[in-house]
Nanobody, 121 residues
Framework: QVTLVESGGGLVQPGGSLRLSCAAS????????MRWYRQGPEKQRELVAH???????NYADSVKGRFTISRDDLQNILYLQIDNLKPEDTAVYYC???????????????WGQGTQVTVSP
């Protein structure tokens, strides 16, 4: 079983910063692509950033220049640095990952439970 646990959310004023973390644990041998999604109030879930095992990353246009995705492959942790937060960034942020488990089986599309980010004066 693979478990993803996000942390680091909270209430922040506009212009502030947060660093989200997502730790992958359980039957994880190798972590491949890892992603951050978010779902705002009454909005559809959207992909905001992803990071491949090869070191490439990509961002949604709405967050470019403010969000930075990074990862620690030794500890299987994904990060999202969010700067210059805006009220429209208010959402539940979810981690998603594709892994190979310890039996060698490719196991994609694992989700965490989410962490709430609220941006308000």
């Amino acid at each position: 079983q693979v478990t993803l646990v996000e942390s680091g959310g909270g209430l922040v004023q506009p212009g502030g910063s947060l660093r989200l973390s997502c730790a992958a644990s359980g039957s994880v041998a190798t972590v491949y692509t890892m992603r951050w999604y978010r779902q705002g109030p009454e909005k559809q879930r959207e992909l905001v950033a992803h990071s491949t095992a090869g070191g490439s990353s990509n961002y949604a246009d709405s967050v470019k220049g403010r969000f930075t995705i990074s990862r620690d492959d030794l500890q299987n942790i994904l990060y999202l640095q969010i700067d210059n937060l805006k009220p429209e960034d208010t959402a539940v942020y979810y981690c998603n990952a594709d892994v190979t488990d310890r039996s060698g089986r490719y196991s994609p599309d694992h989700w965490g439970q989410g962490t709430q980010v609220t941006v308000s004066p």
